[in-house]
């Protein structure tokens, strides 16, 4: 073999690895959608549904921070709860997502409720678009649709609303003294929602490294699959980020317009 035909060899494997090397990459990132067959007898895993309510000034302090071309609209003016999304959800291990590639997100089926989803299920990022409902639809939704209350477009995010609303977060802090530029303790803010519900709710923090500082991100309400409010049961998987039960440091209740000027 003379050594030009060597040195393209050697070319053509180190291209073909490098390849392979980066479709290994993008397949991590993104976890692909289920095909399903037409006759095909999935079931859809889970235990319950856990509806995720941010706190958006948080929202879009996280957002802004993960990359510098990321920027909001001029939320964090407004001190307002929002919907993340409506998750069905395993106590324990993985939850299902992404459960039906033919579950595809369409405008058309949703758009009377637009005008209530931008108010209360908001698309932080100041690019125009749906795409943020599409992702919850696609991953969440297709995931949710094997309960009957659920199992369309429109039921999916109006019963998202219905939820949403029915349990009024900026009302059930207020009530438990829990206000907008203090902080908490936790369990405070888990006792309040238990005196208001009588259930058990989960809080999730942003652990700021920089600031070193805990901010209060989003509360999650949980739901049986008959959509009754039930116990939230905390998954390892998932872990809060807010202070160690043990932890003096407490949940900055933070509307960041301080944060944010600067
Ligand atoms: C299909 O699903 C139903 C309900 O979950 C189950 O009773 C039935 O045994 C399944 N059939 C097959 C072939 O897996
Ligand atoms: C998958 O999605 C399609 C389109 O929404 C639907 O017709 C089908 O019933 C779904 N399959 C399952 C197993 O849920
Ligand atoms: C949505 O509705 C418009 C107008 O009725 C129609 O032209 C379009 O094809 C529909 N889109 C989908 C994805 O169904
Ligand atoms: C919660 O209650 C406050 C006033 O108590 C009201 O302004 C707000 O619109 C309510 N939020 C929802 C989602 O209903
Ligand atoms: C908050 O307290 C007011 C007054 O006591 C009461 O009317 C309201 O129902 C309470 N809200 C919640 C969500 O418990
Ligand atoms: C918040 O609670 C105070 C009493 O602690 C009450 O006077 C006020 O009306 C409440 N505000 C709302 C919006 O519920
Ligand atoms: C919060 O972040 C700090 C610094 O990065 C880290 O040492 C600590 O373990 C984190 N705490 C939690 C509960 O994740």
């Not at 993985?94 to 595809?104: G, I, M, R, V």
């Not at 309400?221 to 116990?231: G, H, I, P, V």
């Not at 939230?232 to 317009?257: D, H, M, T, V």
Request: proline share 3%; hydrophobic share 30%; charged share 25%.
């Amino acid at each position: 073999m003379d050594t030009k035909k060597l040195i393209l060899m050697l070319l053509v494997i180190i291209v073909a690895v490098s390849v392979e090397g980066r479709n290994k990459k993008k397949k991590k990132k993104k976890k692909e959608c289920t095909k399903l067959t037409a006759n095909s007898n999935a079931t859809i895993n889970f235990d319950y549904l856990v509806l995720t309510i941010s706190w958006l000034p948080t929202a879009c302090y996280v957002f802004q921070k993960a990359s510098s071309k990321s920027s909001c609209k001029n939320l964090f003016m407004h001190n307002k709860w929002s919907i993340h999304g409506l998750w069905p959800t395993m106590i324990a291990g993985e939850s299902p997502e992404s459960c039906n590639c033919s579950t595809k997100f369409n405008h058309n089926e949703t758009k009377t409720l637009t005008s209530e989803l931008n108010a209360k299920w908001t698309n932080i990022e100041r690019k125009e678009g749906e795409h943020f409902w599409q992702h919850e639809y696609e991953k969440h939704g297709s995931c949710a649709s094997s309960i009957e209350a659920l199992n369309t477009q429109y039921k999916y995010f109006d019963q998202g609303l219905k939820l949403f609303e029915k349990y009024n977060i900026s009302q059930i802090l207020n009530n438990s003294s829990i206000n907008v530029g203090s902080s908490y303790r936790e369990a405070d803010i888990v006792e309040g929602f238990r005196k208001q519900l009588g259930k058990q709710i989960i809080v999730r923090c942003k652990n700021d490294s920089k600031m070193k500082k805990y901010f209060l991100y989003s509360i999650q309400l949980c739901f049986d699959k008959s959509l009754s409010l039930t116990d939230c049961i905390a998954n390892r998987n998932y872990p809060s980020q807010c202070p160690p039960p043990l932890s003096s440091k407490k949940i900055e209740f933070s509307g960041f317009r301080e944060l944010l000027n600067n």
